[in-house]
Structures are given as structure tokens and as C-alpha cells.
T-cell receptor, first 114, second 115 residues
Framework: QKEVEQDPGPLSVPEGAIVSLNCTYS??????FMWYRQYSRKGPELLMY????GNKEDGRFTAQVDKSSKYISLFIRDSQPSDSATYLC??????????????FGTGTRLTIIP | NAGVMQNPRHLVRRRGQEARLRCSPM?????VYWYRQLPEEGLKFMVY????????ESGMPKERFSAEFPKEGPSILRIQQVVRGDSAAYFC?????????????FGPGTRLLVL
């Protein structure tokens, strides 16, 4: 079983729709949760991060973490064609002495149809 | 403030040759991470370095792969005697503070093709 599971998609939705992207994980030590966006042939770009459980909103993006269910989500409101990309969830353990490596999901390929 | 820089962007090698990938972190960043992305897979952690120190190399293959981050100059990921299975995109990330885990910034990647 992978530490982080993410539906690879592809996912296609019409412009303006609400998009829901999800990841589940098995490692209870994960404390930091991130979402990265990766355009084709580019490096991942940090979108949002959260610490522990709860919600965080940034413009059209909302990140949710439910540690009891080991489940995280990213919601995109009023989706735009420019949101078309691969979305990667990433997680790391909290530590003062290293182990800051990120563990990624496989990524969900999203296409917003104009 | 320039972002993370990687070069070359594309690298073609024949089996058995050496591949050398370079990463210059963002200005003010002293922590470097290398990840590998195979086709249709997510990024896999390889190694975490600070200046002149390897902090975590738990994701590095035991043979042929090595990494360094000297006091001066870029971080280098070296792959000796490359094989076709090494073909992948290699990404470098940097961060300013060890405990601020959410701020790993990625470079554009080096795409290695082994013929």
C-alpha cells in the first residue's frame, strides 16, 4: 500500500464548475499537507499548505484536512481553463531534526473545458 | 529574486555514461532536496542536503547515485553508468529554514533520457 493515494484521473470539468481533488494517506505522523500544481513540462508550484486538521482558503482555492480520516481535499471554485494542470498532494512529518522530505501522491490530471 | 535553477534542462546519455545534474537554490536558501519523477508517477524523494552535509539520503538508490552540495557552487546529482531505467525528470527544490516545511520551492527539472 502506498503511503499517499491519489486518483490519477484524468478529470475533465466545464469552466465555472467546482472541482474537488482528494488524497488519502496511511502515515499518522504526517503533520503538514500541501497542494502543488504542475503544468506540463514544468516544475511543481506550491499552491497551498495546511498544518494539522482544518480548512484554509485562498481566493478560489480551499484546502481541507481531516486527520481522523486521513483524508485531504482541494476545492477549486469557478474553475478556469488556466487551472488545467496536474495537481499533486504532498505531506511531511513534523520534526525538529530533519526528515523534511515530502511524500507525494501520483497527481490528478485536471482539464477545464471552456 | 531568481527561482531555483536547474541545468541542463534536457540531457541525453547512452547507457554506461555518467549524468551530472546541477541545481542552484533560491537566494538565501541553504537546504536542497532532489526528487525523481518517473512517467505516470508522482515525485519520489531522493536526498536532502545542506551545505557540505547530507541530511537524509533514504530515497537514494544504493549504487551509482550520489549527491553533494558544496560550500560554494550548485548542488550536484551524479548518476554513474546510467541505465534506461534512469530516464526520468529530476527535480530540485530548496527551502530557507529547516523547520518551515511548507516552503519547498521547485526548479523546472532536468529531463534525462538514456538511450
Amino acid at each position: 500500500q502506498k503511503e499517499v493515494e491519489q486518483d490519477p484521473g484524468p478529470l475533465s470539468v466545464p469552466e465555472g464548475a467546482i472541482v474537488s481533488l482528494n488524497c488519502t494517506y496511511s502515515n499518522s505522523a504526517f503533520q503538514y499537507f500541501m497542494w502543488y500544481r504542475q503544468y506540463s513540462r514544468k516544475g511543481p508550484e506550491l499552491l497551498m499548505y495546511t498544518y494539522s486538521s482544518g480548512n484554509k482558503e485562498d481566493g478560489r482555492f480551499t484546502a481541507q484536512v481531516d486527520k481522523s480520516s486521513k483524508y485531504i481535499s482541494l476545492f477549486i471554485r469557478d474553475s478556469q481553463p488556466s487551472d488545467s494542470a496536474t495537481y499533486l498532494c504532498a505531506m511531511s512529518e513534523s520534526s525538529n531534526f530533519g526528515n523534511e522530505k515530502l511524500t507525494f501522491g501520483t497527481g490528478t490530471r485536471l482539464t477545464i473545458i471552456p | 529574486n531568481a527561482g531555483v535553477m536547474q541545468n541542463p534542462r534536457h540531457l541525453v546519455r547512452r547507457r554506461g555514461q555518467e549524468a551530472r545534474l546541477r541545481c542552484s537554490p533560491m537566494k538565501g536558501h541553504s537546504h536542497v532536496y532532489w526528487y525523481r519523477q518517473l512517467p505516470e508517477e508522482g515525485l519520489k524523494f531522493m536526498v536532502y542536503l545542506q551545505k557540505e552535509n547530507i541530511i537524509d539520503e533514504s530515497g537514494m538508490p544504493k549504487e551509482r547515485f550520489s549527491a553533494e552540495f558544496p560550500k560554494e557552487g550548485p548542488s550536484i546529482l551524479r548518476i554513474q553508468q546510467v541505465v534506461r531505467g534512469d530516464s526520468a525528470a529530476y527535480f530540485c527544490a530548496s527551502s530557507p529554514l529547516r523547520t518551515v516545511q511548507e516552503t519547498q520551492y521547485f526548479g523546472p527539472g532536468t529531463r534525462l533520457l538514456v538511450l
